[in-house]
């Protein structure tokens, strides 16, 4: 599906692209982003760890804390800072649902510490 939309949010997917544990990859502006069902929401940020590229989609979620597979560097989905080093931080993008509509803001969002 494409197609620009309100406010620079652009559909990526359906909800059902979501797998039994809330997880999708989607490409936004030929970017990896990792979808991650929290509760009634979804949070999503840039598929690749600032540290050194690691799947952030294939982590361990510990609350809105996803852990990189590769060397377990924590970050928070909602500001995207890493909780172990400061000034690290991996991209946010804000999400919309609209109906069974995922949308994603293609420019991102800075995240407010
Ligand atoms: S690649 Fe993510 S912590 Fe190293």
């Known amino acids: 599906m494409n197609g620009q939309m309100d406010g620079g949010f652009i559909p990526v997917a359906t909800l059902d692209v979501?797998?039994?544990g809330g997880r999708a990859v989607v490409q936004v502006d030929g970017v990896a982003v990792a979808l991650f069902r929290v509760g009634e929401e979804i949070l999503a940020v840039a598929d690749a760890c600032p540290h050194r590229a690691g799947p952030l989609s294939e982590g361990d979620l510990v609350g809105d804390v996803v852990h990189c597979p590769l060397h377990?560097?924590?970050f928070?989905?909602?500001s995207g800072l890493c909780t172990r080093h400061?000034?690290?931080q991996v991209r946010t993008y804000a999400v919309r649902i609209q109906g069974a509509h995922i949308l994603v803001s293609a420019?991102?969002?800075v995240p407010t510490p």
């Open 86 to 88: 400061p000034g690290v």
């Open 107 to 109: 420019s991102g969002r």
């Open 18 to 20: 979501l797998d039994a």
């Open 76 to 78: 928070d989905l909602r």
């Open 72 to 74: 377990t560097w924590p």
